[in-house]
């Protein structure tokens, strides 16, 4: 595929233009930009890991709506993609403001996975981040996966690309022998999506409040994996813990679970 040229991604940006996808019989990118605003920063004035996971799942949507299997072509059959696991290697943090590009595109199938990565650029052009992640396609009613039949059906549309952004595909995370209560917290309206649960952003807002305001001055989390078990519906109670996944402290493990003890979502926090 003949990428998209350094004068023509410009142009876009002056413009403010969303940048569309290049499509080739054997690649499909999606490229589109952000502004930083105000409400996406923390009070250090740097991008919340939450806001780059919305970036990540708007562009990921607006791909797989061109290429005819997004939300509006999956909802009609009562079936939605959702994020099963997903690596974040964040290399800068930008503030208020300034430009976000996101690149993306599927890369792959992996059972009943569809594998997809991402690219995040700054204004000038110089990589800032990488991302690989794991969707699996469910019934939008029982939020269970569908069959293999079924799910080689809907995506025989992808052509993917074998580039990886990040190349090793999201696995298991191991459970430290100490954790501890970090907080819990209940489910209410402003965190349920439009699949009826809470959506994947809020899972990371939920792992980043449990780190004290002054663990943010002067280090940065520069690599988040998080494997997404199972959905929180309205009016859920999630009981978060964290420990230590090294001597050092560096790699911190956050885990949530339902009072019932089903666990809800797995994390590994790498600081520097």
Same mark, same amino acid.
């Given at each position: +595929?003949?990428? +998209?040229?350094?004068?023509?991604?410009?142009?876009?940006?002056?413009?403010?233009?969303?940048? *569309?996808?290049?499509? #080739?019989?054997?690649?499909?990118?999606?490229?589109?930009?952000?502004?930083?605003?105000?409400?996406?920063?923390?009070?250090?004035?740097? =991008?919340?890991?939450?806001?780059?996971?919305?970036?990540?799942?708007?562009? $990921?949507?607006?791909?797989?709506?061109?290429?005819? &299997?997004?939300?509006?072509?999956?909802?009609?059959?009562?079936? #939605?993609?959702?994020?099963?696991?997903? %690596?974040?290697?964040?290399?800068?943090?930008?503030?208020?403001?300034?430009?976000?590009?996101? /690149?993306?595109?599927?890369?792959?199938?992996?059972?009943?996975?569809? @594998?997809?990565?991402?690219?995040? *650029?700054?204004?000038?052009?110089?990589? =800032?981040?990488?991302? #690989?992640?794991?969707? @699996?396609?469910?019934?939008?009613?029982?939020?269970?996966?569908? !069959?293999?039949?079924?799910? /080689?059906?809907?995506?025989?549309?992808?052509?993917?690309?074998?580039?990886?952004? =990040?190349?090793?595909?999201?696995?298991?995370?191991?459970?430290?022998?100490?954790?501890?209560?970090?907080?819990?917290?209940?489910?209410?309206?402003?965190?349920? /999506?439009?699949?009826?649960?809470?959506?994947? $952003?809020?899972?990371?807002?939920?792992?980043? /409040?449990?780190?004290? +305001?002054?663990?943010?001055?002067?280090?940065?989390?520069?690599? =988040?994996? %998080?494997?997404?078990?199972?959905? @929180?519906?309205?009016?859920?109670?999630?009981?978060?813990?964290?420990? !230590?996944?090294?001597?050092?402290?560096?790699?911190? *493990?956050?885990?949530?679970?339902?009072?019932?003890?089903?666990?809800?979502?797995?994390?590994?926090?790498? &600081?520097?």
């Amino acid at each position: +595929m003949q990428k +998209m040229g350094r004068s023509t991604r410009q142009f876009c940006r002056k413009r403010g233009f969303l940048i *569309y996808p290049m499509i #080739t019989k054997k690649q499909t990118h999606w490229y589109q930009k952000h502004q930083i605003s105000l409400y996406e920063v923390d009070n250090f004035n740097k =991008i919340r890991l939450d806001s780059v996971f919305d970036y990540l799942q708007e562009a $990921a949507s607006n791909n797989a709506e061109l290429l005819g &299997w997004g939300y509006n072509d999956l909802i009609k059959d009562e079936l #939605t993609w959702v994020l099963s696991r997903v %690596i974040l290697d964040l290399k800068v943090y930008k503030g208020v403001g300034e430009i976000i590009e996101v /690149d993306t595109w599927p890369k792959g199938i992996d059972g009943i996975l569809a @594998l997809r990565d991402y690219r995040l *650029y700054d204004a000038n052009e110089n990589i =800032i981040g990488l991302a #690989t992640s794991a969707w @699996l396609l469910v019934n939008s009613k029982t939020m269970r996966p569908v !069959k293999k039949d079924i799910f /080689d059906l809907r995506v025989q549309k992808i052509n993917p690309d074998s580039e990886n952004a =990040i190349e090793n595909t999201p696995g298991k995370i191991l459970i430290p022998e100490k954790i501890e209560f970090a907080y819990e917290r209940k489910i209410k309206y402003s965190d349920i /999506d439009v699949n009826h649960h809470v959506n994947n $952003a809020k899972y990371v807002q939920f792992i980043l /409040d449990c780190f004290e +305001m002054n663990e943010f001055s002067g280090k940065e989390i520069r690599n =988040i994996r %998080i494997n997404f078990l199972s959905e @929180l519906k309205y009016e859920d109670n999630v009981v978060i813990h964290k420990g !230590k996944a090294d001597v050092e402290g560096k790699r911190i *493990y956050v885990e949530g679970v339902k009072n019932n003890g089903k666990k809800v979502f797995q994390s590994l926090v790498k &600081w520097q």
